[in-house]
């Protein structure tokens, strides 16, 4: 299985759902508004991701972000991949109660802490 995460790509993906957020609004006020975030915080990521491509993902009009053609077709494109892993994720069995989960192993209180000194 091909390694996906940041550490090996450098993307992070949770600049994805910022970036679909002011493509929504048009404007980084309103998206940080909505994503509950500071300004600041849209700003810098939505920064961050815009240096992942050559090219700007938008123009400004006074107040507002216009998006690009090629801001656009991305957020079809991340909007329908989003959208896969909600409906991946909610197709979980019916008895997830029943599923085992990974815990963490049980320590004997009996035995002592190794510590090194």
């Known amino acids: 299985m091909k390694n996906y995460s940041r550490s090996s790509t450098g993307i992070d993906l949770n600049l994805i759902p910022v970036f679909i957020e002011v493509v929504r609004c048009g404007s ?14 849209v ?15 938008f123009t400004r009009k006074g107040l507002f972000l ?38 963490a192993p049980e320590r004997d209180s009996a035995t002592p802490a190794v510590t090194t000194a």
């Open 66 to 103: 216009e998006p690009t053609p090629h801001a656009l077709k991305l957020t079809a494109e991340m909007e329908k991949l989003l959208a896969s892993i909600h409906d991946h994720i909610a197709s979980t069995p019916e008895n997830a109660e029943s599923v085992p989960t990974p815990a």
């Open 43 to 57: 700003s810098l990521a939505l920064k961050r991701f815009g240096m992942l491509f050559n090219e700007p993902l």
């Open 28 to 41: 980084m006020a309103k998206a940080s508004l909505r994503l509950d975030m500071s300004r600041p915080a």
